[in-house]
């Protein structure tokens, strides 16, 4: 089997495409009530302010990044979001280990 025919079927396994997104809206509310002046600066008062559209699924290896001296490596699902007149304002990145697990997650607002 060869990497790409592994990474679809680790995403596929473990659902991680719909699990990014039900991670990435906890996320998105979570920065609406922590923020929320950052947030209207963007235009964001709501779940109908943004589109979340998914950009990419990749498998990332890190050579300076060490965990018991095994590089770290995991499986990116990136969701980017979109304001309500199609401008691009950030992305959503849910890191997964390749058992499926979250392993890391962040909101980037550009």
């Not at 965990?67 to 969701?79: A, D, G, W």
Request: aromatic share 14%; glycine share 2%; proline share 1%.
């Amino acid at each position: 089997m060869d990497l790409k025919e592994q990474l679809t079927k680790i995403v596929s396994d473990n659902d991680l495409i719909n699990v990014a997104y039900e991670l990435f809206w906890k996320c998105y509310k979570k920065a609406l009530s922590e923020s929320p002046e950052e947030a209207e600066e963007y235009g964001l008062v709501d779940a109908n302010s943004v589109n979340a559209i998914l950009h990419s699924t990749s498998y990332k290896l890190f050579n300076d990044i060490h965990i018991n001296e095994v590089n770290l490596e995991y499986i990116v699902v990136q969701i980017q979001i979109y304001d309500k007149k199609s401008r691009y304002i950030g992305y959503y990145d849910a890191c997964f280990d390749l058992d499926g697990t979250i392993a890391d997650d962040f909101l980037v607002f550009e």
